[in-house]
């Protein structure tokens, strides 16, 4: 069994930083793909960003030059730095990590974390 574990979530003012942490644990093989997606009530859930275990990125429109994602490969622990946060980027961001388990290529997700911005 994997678990994807969220921090760093919170409330913060309309311009200001907040860093988001997940990390992975349990039967790992490999770690591809790490990713950042978040839900409003009432719509689907979007990708934020992503990056592969090559650190390739990738980017939703509404965040780039804001959000920047990394990854501790040693730790099996994805980060997004959020910077520039503005109201419309309130929501539940959730984790997702696409796990190798012996040779089977796994989707995980977090619990999600709250991160809300006031204007």
């Known amino acids: 069994q994997v678990q994807l574990v969220e921090s760093g979530g919170g409330l913060v003012q309309f311009g200001g930083s907040l860093r988001l942490s997940c990390a992975a644990s349990?039967?790992?093989?490999?770690?591809?793909?790490m990713g950042w997606y978040r839900q409003v009530p009432g719509k689907e859930r979007e990708l934020v960003a992503a990056?592969?275990?090559?650190?390739?990125?990738n980017y939703a429109d509404s965040v780039k030059g804001r959000f920047t994602i990394s990854r501790d490969n040693a730790k099996n622990t994805v980060y997004l730095q959020m910077n520039s946060l503005k109201p419309e980027d309130t929501a539940v961001y959730y984790c997702?990590?696409?796990?190798?388990?012996?040779?089977?290529?796994?989707?995980?997700w977090g619990q999600g974390t709250q991160v809300t911005v006031s204007s």
């Open positions: 997702n990590a696409r796990v190798v388990v012996t040779i089977f290529e796994y989707d995980y």
């Open positions: 349990g039967s790992i093989f490999s770690i591809n793909a």
């Open positions: 990056i592969t275990s090559g650190r390739n990125t």
